[in-house]
């Protein structure tokens, strides 16, 4: 299983861009990077899934370099309602189990 | 899709009762699924995982005899946390994956307090 490893916690003021950095040297030929955003009493909700180069969706970017040991979760714009923790897991398919790391607490001041 | 539901979404027991926690792939099959257990402030814990039809496997230090998990569907997987204690009070958070898919998605999560 593919260690990450993340920034423990991030400040930032509404409307900036926010980006968070993950680290994952020893990551498989099949391993997915996969963000999750988890508020307080709720499940983890899935963000943005990512193998190489950029991917963006509605809600936020995923950038991955060529050598695939790190990746950069990137949120435009946030808003206090973005204040959350942030989960970098990487992922395959199969029966693999998904475990977590101690994710990143982004909390954004107004 | 890929909606995963959890019931219930609270629940208080007495010290010494059993409590069982459903985890419903709604939209999907679940080929595989996960229990979790969260402390506050602290991140996801993953005390097992079931595939269907199979007994669970448990990591270590997680009690088998104490928390049960059977799935018995490709949709539904229970937890069962016997003889609670107070210090059994926890988040714990269920998720599925499909067969052959990467992403893995969540319930909401249910809260047990044990008094």
């Known amino acids: 299983l593919a260690k990450t490893t993340q920034p423990i916690s991030m400040d930032s003021y509404e409307g900036q861009e926010v980006n968070i950095t993950c680290s994952h040297n020893?990551?498989?030929?099949?391993?997915?990077i996969t963000w999750y955003q988890q508020f307080p009493s709720q499940g983890p909700r899935f963000i943005i899934q990512?193998?190489?180069t950029k991917v963006t969706n509605e809600v936020a970017s995923l950038f991955i370099p060529a050598d695939r040991k790190s990746s950069t979760l990137s949120l435009p714009r946030v808003s206090l309602s973005d204040t959350a923790v942030y989960y970098c897991?990487?992922?395959?398919?199969?029966?693999?189990?998904?475990?977590f790391g101690t994710g990143t607490k982004l909390q954004v001041i107004p | 899709g890929a909606v995963v539901s959890q019931h219930p979404s609270w629940v208080i027991c007495k010290s010494g009762t059993s409590v069982k926690i459903e985890c419903r792939s709604l939209?999907?099959?679940?080929?595989?699924m996960f229990w979790y257990r969260q402390f506050p402030k602290q991140s996801l814990m993953l005390m097992a995982t079931?595939?269907?039809?199979?007994?669970?496997?448990?990591e270590q230090g997680v009690e088998k005899d104490k928390f049960l998990i059977n799935h018995a569907s490709l949709t539904l997987s229970t937890l069962t946390v016997t003889s609670a204690h107070p210090e059994d009070s926890s988040f714990y958070i269920c998720?599925?994956?499909?067969?052959?898919?990467?992403?893995?998605?969540f319930g909401q999560g249910t809260r047990l307090t044990v008094v």
């Open positions: 998720s599925a994956r499909k067969a052959g898919n990467t992403e893995a998605f």
């Open positions: 020893n990551i498989a030929t099949n391993d997915y």
């Open positions: 990512g193998y190489k």
């Open positions: 897991l990487a992922l395959s398919g199969g029966y693999q189990k998904v475990t």
């Open positions: 939209d999907f099959q679940a080929t595989t």
């Open positions: 079931s595939n269907e039809g199979s007994k669970a496997t448990y």
